[in-house]
């Protein structure tokens, strides 16, 4: 076996000396020089003709920008033909309307300035219980319950007494007497007045007459009764909250929204409220304040949206989704998927016709959607190379691709 191998290896050495020799005698014949002074040809005039990038032809209907410098050391020439098999497509860089969309998740919760609290300001026992389960929606002056004190009764019995006084010692000769029945008056009036009974019954006791056993107690607003403690028979004392009530067909949802959207978001802009769960709901709402501390953890700011709720399809609680659509006027603009990301820079491919490409680094401003404001680094009308599925693969490719076409010019 170890001979032939050995036969093997031999004849593999005799056959290509042979192809060697036979190698340098043919150059040798025809005169092409070896080594060094090849390469000193290639070096000539003729290698410098062959990097001229191809004049643009004006017939064509690829789209060209202004020709760049001869000798800028940022572009390289890409036969069309090429281009077109790889996928190159173009945009013109141009002045666009341009509106940038904030999308965020709020949770529903009560308009606190239409919520009243229902307690009383004496001692008393609940007699008549109107409106007695959570829930309940109730007008603006609707009786919730009549309650009985024996403070309220004396009350209304001096209020009488002091009354048919001024009746009968208001025009007394004696004028001491006389203003002691209107001081007892006006002291018994402004008790009731702290004690929140209104005037009409005030004045219901003074054209009846009547002392009145119980007293309703009335709903300040009208809205639905979201908490109640109020029972038949119960024994209440002063600052005790009987009832909760939220007038809920407005209400507030309580959004967050990052920092960086901050500087968008104004006072009086109009959203859009939806619901996962109902797609056919759609709300119309604005902001109505913007909270001034930031969560530093989220790095997020809480906003504030105020929306009208008909039939009282949101419910405190509940979550919905939140859009706001803002104008941010014309600016120059490009595609986001012409930007080519290195990580450090953001740089842009120019097509200036006839396979001729020049990439530049960019100063991009504000996103809105597919497309990105360009503050530095493109002019109006430049032909943004667009797509490139050889160069936009990866980050790492990206980087490569970069550093190659800037060894092409040497």
Request: charge should be neutral.
């Amino acid at each position: 076996m170890k001979r032939w191998t050995f036969y093997i290896a031999f004849g593999v050495l005799i056959i290509g000396s042979g192809l060697g020799a036979y190698w340098f005698l043919s150059h040798q014949a025809t005169g092409v020089p070896t080594g060094p002074s090849q390469e000193a040809t290639t070096q000539g005039p003729n290698r410098k003709h062959m990097e001229q990038p191809p004049k643009h032809d004006h017939k064509s209907s690829t789209p060209a920008s202004e020709s760049p410098p001869a000798t800028a050391p940022n572009t390289l020439t890409i036969a069309p033909e090429r281009l077109q098999t790889i996928g190159v497509r173009f945009e013109e860089a141009a002045h666009r309307p341009l509106a940038r969309t904030i999308r965020t998740v709020g949770r529903v919760e009560i308009d606190e300035r239409r919520l009243a609290r229902v307690n009383i300001k004496f001692e008393g026992w609940i007699e008549d219980l109107r409106v007695s389960a959570i829930g309940d929606h109730v007008k603006q002056h609707q009786i919730l319950f009549t309650i009985y004190s024996p403070d309220l009764v004396a009350t209304q019995e001096e209020y009488l007494l002091a009354l048919q006084g001024i009746r009968e010692l208001g025009t007394s000769e004696f004028p001491v007497v006389a203003k002691g029945a209107k001081d007892l008056l006006e002291a018994t009036r402004r008790r009731f007045q702290l004690w929140d009974i209104t005037e009409n019954h005030i004045q219901d006791l003074e054209r009846t007459g009547e002392v009145l056993r119980t007293l309703p107690i009335h709903s300040p607003i009208t809205g639905t009764v979201l908490k109640m403690e109020a029972r038949a028979g119960t024994h209440v004392t002063p600052g005790t909250e009987l009832y909760m009530i939220a007038d809920l067909s407005r209400i507030w949802i309580m959004a967050d929204i990052y920092e960086y959207e901050l500087p968008l978001i104004q006072l009086d802009q109009k959203a859009t409220v939806t619901l996962s769960y109902d797609p056919q709901t759609h709300l119309v709402g604005s902001v109505g304040f913007i909270y001034p501390t930031l969560d530093p953890q989220t790095r997020t700011a809480k906003v504030r949206f105020e929306v009208k709720n008909p039939g009282e399809k949101l419910k405190p609680g509940m979550y919905a989704n939140v859009e706001l659509t803002i104008p941010l006027g014309r600016r120059l603009a490009i595609p986001r998927d012409a930007v080519l990301e290195t990580g450090e820079r953001q740089v842009v491919f120019i097509h200036h016709g006839g396979g001729t490409l020049e990439w530049r680094d960019a100063k991009l401003g504000v996103q809105a959607g597919e497309w990105v404001e360009v503050l530095e680094g493109v002019k109006e009308g430049d032909h943004i190379v667009t797509s490139a599925n050889f160069l936009i693969d990866s980050e790492s490719q990206l980087k490569s691709a970069i550093r190659g076409m800037a060894g092409m010019k040497h």
